[in-house]
């Protein structure tokens, strides 16, 4: 019900509804006893009796059309919305879990979640509002008419309760787990077939499509072998449960025959009793075949739990708000040590940084340099010691809003499917189309843009595969540049280009950091020539900084590194 919170009113009309429409059944074996009894006593009855009893019926079935499509209406807008509410605090959620979060979560599973899972609650609401609710509404009738008219037959009747209580104490726990180990190895699944697509390039350059087909051939068997054993203890659940209760009816049966045969009830009665028992076993039967699609379900709400409960969360709420950056940083002490790994990635780091500063972070692969930059975006927090911005401890600060001061430039550029308009104004609301061509200018992209079909509205394809390593390195510069960022992060943005690519983005990139507080990671150190100061790291410490000319002079850690590259 709290998934349906805003909903409870069309749910209570659904359910009204619902009992309207549905009341046919529950008065059919009524009427069928009363035409019985007035056909087995003409003397008694006329045959109007017999035309009141099936006009009142006929009004009772015809009402099932309107009733039906209303509780249609409803009860799926509920749905409906219950499901876009629920896939909408899934999103909001992941944009709020940590990075590190998202570090150790596949994005398969995640999808998994976020499209199976909730459609699995869909179904689940559909069984409890279709299947369960309906057979206990049904019970209850059947049992409470039973009672008035014959309190002893009813005692058979609360048979079926400990036979389908005993059942499913039985069945439940083993269908939870096969349910759980399912549900585990479609996520799985389906985080292999994600990472399987983004493979397929490296898969295909290296000859080893078979070997990707095996794994996945064998991740398949694993669905179908765990499908397979869900199926079977669910098909020995539903068994056992039809038998048991065939079982007890031919005793209530016989129990209401007997009655009639000593003139105790009439032949009409024992059809109407029958009719309720089988009612009633047909409700307590579909509740129990519900019930493996009930368990799927709610493990599904296990499943999105992981996700809306999770604690591992970046809180912003009541931390102070900024709203001018200036970009002087100063690092204390600052440590950070990864929750899988005991060594730090980032040990006793002490730096201060000026507003408009150019930093160079160099180092081999492994020493901290990555680390760094995340704390200085805010993905993560120190485990140690401080990073002040602007005199202010980071760890007070709303780093939502910190983060429009800040733009990044990452080794991987990443775009999406849209148009090149849409990629470069990404997060703002710009809508002058001369300040993005003035902006794709400075960061040398406006020649290649406008030989592009539609120009600014080109469709870049996904992850932007329609262009160039450098193009897309250009594009993410551009984008960059339209927030007019206080702080840059330029994470190895050169690494993989050719020589032109790299000459046109350090140029974009000279025009980029202008005035900026701009940290720069590199390992080509001839593209750090121009920063303010070089820092070079090992084991996570800064163990040399200083100007290109002032670690060249020294002949240290950097000088060696200078010598490796030429």
């Not at 008065?27 to 003409?42: E, F, G, H, Q």
């Not at 200083?546 to 950097?558: D, I, R, V």
């Amino acid at each position: 019900m709290y998934l349906y919170r805003g909903q409870h009113l069309k749910i209570g009309i659904s359910i009204a509804v619902f009992a309207i429409k549905h009341s046919p059944v529950w008065i059919l074996p009524v009427i069928l006893a009363r035409m019985i009894n007035i056909i087995s006593d003409p003397v008694r009855y006329s045959i109007n009796d017999l035309w009141w009893v099936g006009a009142v019926f006929f009004i009772i079935i015809i009402q099932n059309i309107p009733m039906h499509t209303l509780y249609v209406r409803v009860f799926s807008s509920a749905l409906n919305t219950m499901q876009v509410q629920l896939r909408s605090s899934i999103v909001r959620r992941l944009q709020e879990l940590s990075i590190s979060f998202h570090d150790t979560y596949q994005s398969g599973k995640l999808q998994t979640k976020i499209l199976r899972d909730v459609e699995a609650l869909e179904i689940l609401s559909r069984n409890l509002m279709n299947s369960v609710f309906p057979a206990a509404l049904t019970i209850i009738v059947a049992f409470s008419f039973t009672v008035m008219r014959q309190p002893f037959v009813a005692l058979f009747y609360l048979v079926s309760v400990p036979v389908s209580s005993s059942l499913v104490f039985f069945f439940s726990k083993k269908m939870t787990a096969r349910n759980r180990e399912y549900r585990t190895e479609i996520e799985s699944l389906s985080a292999s077939v994600v990472e399987m697509i983004q493979m397929i390039p490296i898969t295909r350059a290296h000859g080893v499509e078979e070997l990707e087909v095996s794994k996945m051939d064998s991740r398949l068997e694993n669905v179908k072998r765990r499908g397979i054993r869900l199926e079977v203890i669910g098909a020995l659940f539903s068994a056992f449960s039809w038998t048991s209760f065939q079982i007890v009816m031919l005793i209530c049966l016989m129990f209401t025959s007997i009655l009639a045969f000593k003139k105790i009830i009439s032949v009409g009665d024992v059809v109407l009793f029958q009719s309720f028992f089988a009612m009633i076993v047909g409700a307590v039967n579909m509740i129990l075949n519900a019930y493996p699609e009930l368990s799927r379900g709610f493990e599904s709400i296990r499943s999105i739990g992981e996700i809306l409960e999770s604690p591992d969360i970046e809180h912003n709420e009541g931390k102070r708000k900024v709203d001018h950056v200036d970009g002087h940083f100063v690092f204390d002490a600052v440590g950070y040590v990864y929750d899988i790994v005991q060594q730090p990635a980032v040990k006793d780091f002490s730096l201060e940084v000026k507003a408009g500063e150019s930093i160079a972070l160099v180092g081999e692969s492994g020493s901290g340099k990555s680390t760094l930059m995340s704390l200085v975006i805010g993905f993560r927090r120190p485990t140690s010691g401080r990073i002040l911005l602007d005199g202010q401890d980071m760890q007070g600060l709303d780093l939502r809003q910190y983060r429009r001061f800040l733009a990044v430039v990452p080794q991987t550029t990443l775009l999406f499917s849209g148009s090149v308009w849409e990629n470069i104004a990404y997060g703002t609301d710009i809508k002058d189309a001369k300040k993005i061509w003035d902006i794709l200018e400075v960061a040398n992209a406006a020649e290649f843009v406008s030989k592009m079909p539609q120009g600014l509205d080109t469709k870049l394809g996904e992850r932007g595969a329609r262009l160039s390593g450098g193009q897309r390195q250009r594009i993410a510069i551009a984008r960059a540049l339209i927030r007019d960022p206080r702080v840059i992060v330029l994470d190895e943005a050169t690494s993989a280009l050719d020589v032109v690519s790299e000459s046109l983005i350090q140029e974009a990139i000279g025009r980029l950091v202008k005035g900026r507080t701009t940290f720069i990671v590199a390992h080509r150190l001839s593209t750090i020539r121009n920063a303010d100061r070089i820092v070079v790291m090992k084991h996570g410490m800064c163990i040399e900084s200083g100007t290109h000319e002032q670690l060249m002079n020294s002949k240290g850690e950097f000088f060696k590194f200078k010598k490796l590259q030429q």
